[in-house]
């Protein structure tokens, strides 16, 4: 069995692969993310993550930050729309110790208000770097406008001012409400049998209170297409056209993702690629992503260029959706799109963090996950006309937004 999974007593679920390597890593996923703040709330879940290394019960800041570094190794956190990841990479024989803290940050931080006022000022610095690169704040530019309204319509690092209001009492609260046990996932990868890592589960994470999540998220409602300009007087024009997509759990998400893969994929030879930056020369940078979330989902395509080809570059672009939308791949086209696709995927596997904290992700999600072999037999399977059909209804009525 390539995977072992567990259901420890308090819900708390794990997964496990073992791998030959002196090197572990583990990670405690959580379902909540920004998407779950009040709108009271907007940039809590972002400070909650960063007030889990501000001290515990047990432990001052100096004491969890130099728990694992003391040992080599290393650890992290993150925050998403919808999880908050803990995670840590150590030798295979600190595996253990590892477990213990992330346990002990996760459910006995303190947040101490002088730690706090601390983290305050990294954050504010956070923001500002963000507001300084126009590739990033495009993309959540868009993604608020594209969920206006709705619980994913907000950035994640909130605002200067939200943060000046939350205290300890804040981050308790919200944490109480929303890092549940049956929201959670331990996932962990390495040389250690399934015996072993479920006993240090057992050990460090099944005695925690059981908890149940007591609300439920609200899927975004109907959005109108907009197309908008915004002066930021940039030495370049950066701009988004893109869609509103398909959730995780739809069957559509995975055509859809090698589509965007053929579209604009971080390989050379996608379509975009080739026809506006090699062919053309109007942009050095342009490509395609699709983020999709547990009951939406959401296609962008981004590029930056010199003031005056932004409208050039757009016009390409709809000529190229408009081929996938009006004539299917050829079976060559289609199986060296494949092959491209999952050799991608098995690279991306290599990374053992990596392939871990997606374990971790589609548990969480899921509750299973698929084996690489799985997965290439659902790409294999995929039909022209799929791809076609994915194209007509994603990419019809792009929206656009532009800096400039």
Do not use: W
Not at 26 to 38: F, I, K, T, Y
Not at 222 to 249: D, S
Request: proline share 3%.
């Amino acid at each position: 069995m390539e995977f072992h999974t567990y259901t420890l007593p308090n819900g708390i679920r794990g997964i496990h692969r073992q791998v030959k390597s002196n090197v572990a890593h583990c990670a405690l996923a959580v379902n909540a993310g920004s998407r779950d703040e009040l709108p009271t709330e907007f940039g809590l879940a972002h400070f909650t993550e960063h007030g889990f290394f501000k001290g515990t019960n047990h432990r001052k800041a100096y004491q969890v930050n130099c728990r694992l570094e003391n040992l080599g190794g290393e650890l992290n956190a993150y925050t998403t729309k919808e999880d908050t990841t803990i995670h840590a990479t150590v030798l295979k024989g600190d595996f253990s110790k590892a477990a213990e803290l992330i346990s002990d940050i996760a459910f006995e931080s303190t947040f101490p208000e002088k730690e706090l006022a601390k983290e305050r000022e990294v954050i504010c610095d956070e923001i500002n770097t963000y507001k300084d690169s126009p590739t990033e704040m495009i993309y959540d530019s868009f993604e608020d406008m594209l969920f206006a309204g709705s619980e994913l319509g907000h950035n994640i690092l909130g605002r200067k001012t939200s943060l000046a209001r939350f205290g300890t009492d804040a981050i308790l609260k919200f944490r109480k409400r929303t890092h549940t046990t049956d929201q959670m996932v331990f996932a962990s990868i390495g040389n250690m049998s399934p015996h072993t890592v479920q006993s240090v589960a057992e050990r460090y994470f099944a005695e925690r209170p059981a908890t149940r999540r007591e609300y439920e998220r609200v899927a975004p409602g109907q959005y109108a297409r907009f197309e908008k300009t915004v002066v930021k007087h940039t030495h370049q024009n950066h701009c988004i056209v893109g869609n509103r997509a398909y959730g995780i759990r739809d069957d559509k998400r995975l055509p859809l993702a090698l589509l965007v893969n053929i579209l604009g994929g971080p390989c050379a030879n996608s379509l975009l690629n080739v026809v506006i930056r090699e062919k053309n020369g109007l942009s050095y940078n342009i490509e395609a992503n699709y983020t999709p979330y547990i009951d939406t989902g959401i296609v962008a395509i981004y590029f930056s260029s010199d003031n005056g080809n932004s409208d050039l570059c757009i016009d390409l672009i709809d000529k190229q959706i408009k081929k996938l939308q009006q004539s299917p791949l050829s079976s060559r086209q289609l199986s060296m799109s494949k092959k491209q696709f999952i050799a991608q995927l098995a690279v991306s596997m290599e990374n053992n963090e990596s392939y871990m904290l997606g374990l971790g992700k589609s548990l969480l999600i899921h509750n299973e996950v698929d084996t690489i072999e799985e997965i290439c037999r659902k790409i294999d399977s995929l039909k022209a006309e799929q791809l076609t059909d994915v194209a007509n209804e994603i990419f019809t009525d792009n929206s656009i937004l532009l800096y400039k």
